[in-house]
């Protein structure tokens, strides 16, 4: 079962590779997009898996897309690869440090911790003149080994690498996940007094999580700073990171799938909502998230499950 | 676990691919993007005047009711059909909803935003798209001072000017100007008008001006009583705002109860829209401005008052500067559409837009920075006055479009800094 | 001397209307586990349906005096019928979800919430400021000050006392302080938890909307205008302990002389405040200043 499920998304990610690069423009830009945010709530899920729901992913994506800005604008960097490792390194460390302090914390005071460090960091970034300020600045085109597209066909090559990065980190977190310490994160959430008493360690599981989580923030980041060609500190808002959660829960815990998917429907869902009610899309997304919460308590990945008439698993 | 994925899949690429294809082209039409804010804080006091401005021009122009000397009934031979698109949620989501607009909806030209962050990120995006795009109120000097773009105008005066042009005023207008004090918002267009009010003070002083304190608080924070009371403490001859909208309005209420604007010259560089709403609380020699000639500083011309009548008519109240900015864009994309001619390509079109000087309602506009992209317009100021009960204006100073914007090829503060090179005043 | 006089009044009066827009949020957390993001709507409600009276009411050409009421009233009865909607026909579907599940509903109900307000009074500004600007002003020490803030701070007082007393005095407060302590427990007591929870979530709804009627007169009510605040009142009610009313009242006190003071000395540092302030209390008291410990259950 896990081979082919293995497989099944390779070529679900082949299939979205060509069909962003065969639908017209508009709608792979919003696909690229999907992917972006789609990594950010897949660390989002990880970190729900061990009952944590964090505020403040707006940070780590927001350090994601500087770094790639800076980089590009301030370091004539334009290479994808060094702009991704940079960004993951530079969100690690910043991760290693705040997770010291955050990881203590459960619940909802994880949450409103987490969202002030990005609320700092959207303060500080408004300060900060020779960065725009809140206007923010343009980001340029990526290259990669070399090869410069230019700008038609840079968002294609965004779309490609961030289709690479879903396909590829989704499977390692899926394996993570069902690894020893991916069920240490269960285990966190279902009783953390019972790990300790087998000789788990409960900060070590909660940290790995969060240091994972702000890298794969800091990746969505990068790839929709590279693909909007515009970074500002709205990023590390905190309603940044509340759309993130928004997604976790539309998509649900209990696939890795579940989170892209949920993003793909998020990015359509809203650009509907504007499209149609451009005075009252705030209302229709009010109204689909209530929906959700009320008919689908697991998301939308508990439509599949009815669907195969499995089992429901019982989620946070 | 194979059929879950592959229906979720479906399940997705079905909403999707389903929800979207709303587009439906009619060939006749000049479909026009506009992006305004229609939610949000920005929306009374900018998005809305800018879209009633919209709704009345569009439709004079399909109409051909438009005041000589412009003519002609729609734009390029056809009907303006407008596509509205709420401004809200940030450049990032801005840009996918412009590709929208281009893309699903086919639009002919982008008009739109308000926000400085959206004019940064919004141009990149239109020269890839090849998309005409004119740019209708934001403020920021940086998009055409960063890069040079193609496709991309604006038709009203960066920000700026407005600063500029306020140093020159509380310099010329302040009898024993010696310090000066501000409070503006806690982001980009705040601390920019802040920066280029003081340098360009300083330059005309030669430095010799004191800064009692420089207040940011946060945008829209609504309460402002300790930061009133700092200007209190550290008492300066001239208060230097650029808050606009709700700030304003919350800051002109509470200063106005507390005794500030009575004891106090202060300068609301776009004081205008608060005043139809709030003018009996601003104390007479209250320094107003309106971020170019515009409202009650607008020339007198036949056009400006067809604008005046009709939107005061219409909406009830009269037309504030984010309504001229809009009525400019529109007047002055109709009027390089019909310079090119009817048919003309794109390329033809941007060709007469660059360089184009024409009349709006609010006066005299250039094209002339930018590589003629960029608009330059005169910068007014004036004193509120009563007189029986009504709002007027004293000590109205007009400053030409060349001593109060940086010529072509500068960069604002650069040339603040150099001693304003170039500046032909009055 | 001016400087201190200038940031005890301007922080005491920040921090009342801190302690106005926050306790009723710390309320409905204490008792029913929300932390309600609908607040800010409320409060926005509150506002708009207070300013709308209001003018109103001048148009009517009847005693000022009595705006007062017309303001308060307005909002009181907005608050508490859409509070009446809420809780009947949503919230209670949702009880014994887990917290951060109830924090995006009431998150749904804030996007609902800012688009009816809009529906309904437009996006133009509204007005109300005759209350505040009614009342006059003092000076003293060289400073002005105007006196609807001083009204403020006895406002505040006000409800911090009738909420201590409505939960120290009167059965039902304290029949709501044993569903505060433990839910279960209570129910096993006798005691009908829903109707507790319709009643605390009617009293905070109400003071959110008080707060946004009250802080009306000072400003043009605007969209957007709810959002703004709920950070702010998050910040006040997760430093004092959530669930804490007189934690709130702490921590309106602290995040307002703090901010009095940066403005006063250091104007640059004044958007980190809050935060700063929340991450040193967070540091040393992770549940806040004032909140009872939780027996963990194992």
């Known amino acids: 079962m896990k081979t082919k499920s293995l497989a099944l998304l390779f070529i679900l990610g082949l299939a979205i590779l060509a069909g962003g690069l065969l639908l017209p423009q508009w709608m792979s830009y919003l696909f690229t997009i999907a992917m972006g945010k789609g990594l950010v709530v897949l660390g989002l899920v990880l970190l729900m898996r061990a009952g944590l729901v964090s505020f403040g992913q707006g940070l780590y994506y927001c350090v994601g897309a500087y770094v790639a800005g800076m980089l590009t604008q301030f370091a004539e960097v334009t290479d994808i690869l060094l702009i991704l490792l940079a960004s993951i390194s530079v969100s690690v460390v910043i991760a290693a440090i705040i997770g010291l302090l955050l990881c203590r914390y459960r619940e909802i005071f994880f949450a409103m911790f987490s969202m002030a460090f990005s609320m700092i960091l959207y303060g500080l970034l408004v300060r900060m003149q020779v960065l725009g300020s809140t206007d923010g600045f343009n980001v340029a085109n990526p290259s990669l080994l070399g090869w410069a597209p230019g700008p038609e066909g840079a968002s294609d090559l965004v779309l490609a690498v961030a289709v690479f990065l879903v396909v590829s980190l989704g499977i390692l977190a899926w394996r993570y996940l069902n690894s020893l310490s991916g069920y240490a994160g269960e285990a966190v959430r279902e009783n953390e007094i019972r790990l300790e008493y087998l000789g788990g360690s409960v900060f070590k599981v909660v940290y790995v999580k969060y240091i994972i989580a702000a890298a794969l923030a800091a990746i969505g980041g990068t790839v929709t700073a590279l693909v909007s060609g515009h970074v500002d500190p709205e990023m590390a808002y905190w309603t940044t990171s509340g759309e993130f959660v928004f997604i976790a829960l539309m998509g649900g815990t209990a696939h890795v799938a579940a989170p892209i998917i949920a993003a793909v429907l998020f990015e359509a869902l809203r650009t509907?909502?504007?499209?149609?009610?451009?005075?009252?899309?705030?209302?229709?997304?009010?109204?689909?998230?209530?929906?959700?919460?009320?008919?689908m308590p697991s998301g939308l990945w508990s439509l599949v499950e009815r669907f195969q008439n499995k089992k429901a698993r019982k989620t946070t | 676990m194979k059929h879950s994925l592959l229906t979720a899949a479906t399940v997705a690429c079905a909403m999707t691919t389903g929800g979207l294809s709303l587009s439906a082209h009619a060939a006749d039409d000049y479909k026009l993007g506009l992006v305004t804010f229609l939610s949000g804080a920005a929306s009374g006091p900018f998005g809305i005047p800018a879209k009633n401005a919209a709704d009345l021009v569009i439709e004079a122009i399909n109409d051909g009711t438009l005041p000589a000397p412009i003519?002609?009934?729609?734009?390029?031979?056809?009907?303006?059909?407008?596509?509205?698109?709420?401004?809200?949620?940030?450049?990032?989501?801005?840009?996918?909803?412009?590709?929208?607009?281009?893309?699903?909806?086919?639009?002919?030209?982008?008009?739109?935003y308000i926000s400085s962050g959206d004019c940064l990120a919004i141009p990149a995006v239109a020269e890839e798209l090849k998309k005409l795009t004119v740019l209708f109120d934001c403020g920021t000097p940086r998009v055409f001072e960063e890069a040079d773009y193609k496709y991309v105008f604006r038709t009203h005066s960066t920000a700026s000017m407005d600063?500029?042009?306020?140093?020159?005023?509380?310099?010329?207008?302040?009898?024993?100007?010696?310090?000066?004090?501000?409070?503006?918002?806690?982001?980009?267009?705040?601390?920019?008008?802040?920066?280029?009010?003081?340098?360009?003070?300083?330059?005309?002083?030669?430095?010799?001006?004191?800064?009692?304190?420089?207040?940011?608080p946060k945008l829209f924070a609504g309460q402002y009583g300790a930061e009133i009371s700092a200007l209190q403490v550290n008492s300066a001859d001239v208060i230097h705002t650029s808050f606009w909208g709700g700030d304003t309005d919350a800051f002109v209420l509470q200063a106005a109860a507390r005794g500030l604007l009575a004891d106090n010259q202060v300068i609301f560089t776009a004081g205008e829209t608060a005043l139809n709403s709030l003018g009996e609380h601003l104390p007479d020699g209250a320094i107003i401005g309106a971020r170019g000639p515009f409202g009650p500083f607008a020339p007198d011309s036949e056009l400006n008052t067809w604008f005046q009548t009709e939107f005061t008519e219409r909406f009830g109240t009269p037309p504030t500067f984010p309504a001229y900015h809009m009525a400019h864009a529109l007047i002055g994309l109709k009027l390089a559409q019909d310079k090119a001619g009817v048919?003309?390509?794109?390329?033809?079109?941007?060709?007469?837009?660059?360089?184009?000087?024409?009349?709006?309602?609010?006066?005299?506009?250039?094209?002339?920075?930018?590589?003629?992209?960029?608009?330059?317009?005169?910068?007014?100021?004036?004193?509120?006055?009563?007189?029986?009960?009504?709002i007027t204006f004293t000590d109205i100073v007009r400053y030409p479009a060349d001593c109060v914007n940086p010529p072509e090829g500068t960069e604002t503060v650069e040339w603040i800094q150099a001693g304003m090179p170039g500046?032909?005043?009055? | 001397m001016k400087q201190l006089i200038a940031i005890l009044v301007d922080g005491s009066v920040y921090a009342s209307w801190l302690f106005i827009i926050s306790a009723g949020l710390t309320l409905i957390y204490g008792v029913m586990r929300i932390l309600n993001m609908s607040h800010g709507s409320f409060y926005a409600l509150g506002a708009y349906s207070g300013a709308a009276m209001v003018g109103w009411y001048f148009s009517t050409g009847s005693v000022p005096w009595f705006s007062f009421v017309a303001l308060i009233g307005a909002a009181l009865v907005a608050g508490i019928t859409v509070g009446l909607l809420v809780e009947r026909g949503l919230l209670r579907f949702m009880y014994g979800r887990d917290e951060v599940v109830m924090i995006l509903v009431t998150y749904a109900v804030l996007l609902i919430m800012e688009d009816a307000i809009k529906l309904i009074w437009g996006v133009e500004p509204y007005f109300a400021y005759q209350p505040y600007t009614m009342l006059g002003r003092t000076k003293f020490a060289g400073l002005s000050f105007a006196n609807y803030d001083f009204m403020l701070i006895g406002v505040s007082i006000l409800i911090g006392l009738a909420l201590w007393y409505g939960l120290n005095r009167t059965r039902n407060g304290k029949l709501l302080r044993v569903v505060i302590h433990d839910r279960e427990i209570a129910g096993a007591l006798g005691i009908n938890v829903s109707r507790i929870f319709t009643i605390t979530f009617l009293i905070g709804a109400g003071i959110g909307a008080l707060a946004g009627a009250l802080t009306a007169p000072g400003l043009s009510v605007v969209p957007g205008m709810g959002i703004e605040v709920i950070v702010l009142a998050f910040a006040v009610v997760v430093i004092g302990g959530l669930g804490s009313i007189s934690g709130a009242l702490v921590g309106a006190l602290i995040v307002g002389m703090a901010r009095a003071t940066a403005v006063h000395l250091y104007p640059e540092v004044e958007l980190f405040v809050i935060y700063a302030v929340m991450g040193l209390v967070l540091a040393f008291r992770p549940q806040g200043l004032f909140a009872v410990a939780n027996a963990r259950k194992i």
């Open chain 1, 272 to 295: 509907y909502a504007f499209a149609v009610a451009p005075y009252t899309w705030q209302m229709i997304l009010g109204f689909a998230l209530l929906a959700i919460i009320l008919f």
């Open chain 2, 71 to 112: 003519q002609g009934k729609g734009i390029d031979g056809r009907q303006i059909t407008p596509v509205y698109v709420d401004e809200a949620g940030g450049a990032t989501k801005q840009t996918s909803e412009f590709r929208n607009l281009v893309e699903r909806d086919g639009v002919d030209a982008v008009v739109g």
């Open chain 2, 163 to 216: 600063n500029i042009a306020a140093a020159h005023y509380v310099n010329d207008n302040v009898p024993e100007l010696e310090s000066v004090a501000g409070i503006n918002q806690n982001y980009s267009w705040g601390h920019d008008s802040w920066r280029d009010f003081t340098e360009t003070l300083k330059v005309l002083r030669d430095g010799d001006i004191e800064i009692t304190t420089e207040q940011f």
């Open chain 2, 343 to 390: 048919g003309a390509s794109t390329e033809e079109v941007i060709t007469a837009f660059e360089g184009l000087e024409f009349e709006g309602p609010g006066g005299k506009v250039e094209m002339s920075r930018g590589k003629g992209h960029q608009a330059a317009t005169e910068m007014v100021y004036g004193r509120l006055e009563r007189v029986d009960g009504e």
């Open chain 2, 423 to 426: 500046a032909e005043c009055n």
